[in-house]
């Protein structure tokens, strides 16, 4: 078993910033790769950004490409998500999770993190 655990969230204003940090736990060697997903009130869960568990290769959706960055610290089990010029739209309960496989569903989930940018 995995154990995620997100941190960071928090209330920003537009043009700020936030860093968000995902602690894993447990077996993670078993791992393939990290990613981050996030869902607005009324809105189904979409994909943000992966990340190898070797970290090296990543993947940023296109509403984020350019502002948000997934990078990793393998030495603390730890997959962040910087995100600048963080836009209204942007707010969401921001979700980590884990897979063991690139052809495998994410098989792990943090608890989420909440993340409100103010107009």
């Known amino acids: 078993q995995v154990q995620l655990v997100e941190s960071g969230g928090g209330l920003v204003q537009a043009g700020g910033s936030l860093r968000l940090s995902c602690a894993a736990s447990?077996?993670?060697?078993?791992?393939?790769?990290m990613g981050w997903f996030r869902q607005a009130p009324g809105k189904e869960r979409e994909f943000v950004a992966r990340?190898?568990?070797?970290?090296?290769?990543?993947y940023h959706a296109d509403p984020v490409k350019g502002r948000f960055t997934i990078s990793r610290d393998n030495a603390k089990n730890t997959v962040y998500l910087q995100m600048n010029s963080l836009k209204p739209e942007d707010t969401a309960v921001y979700y980590c999770?884990?897979?063991?496989?690139?052809?495998?569903?994410?098989?792990?989930w943090g608890q989420g993190t909440q993340v409100t940018v103010s107009s």
């Open positions: 447990g077996r993670t060697s078993s791992l393939y790769g």
């Open positions: 999770a884990a897979r063991t496989s690139r052809l495998s569903v994410y098989n792990y």
């Open positions: 990340i190898t568990y070797s970290g090296s290769s990543t």
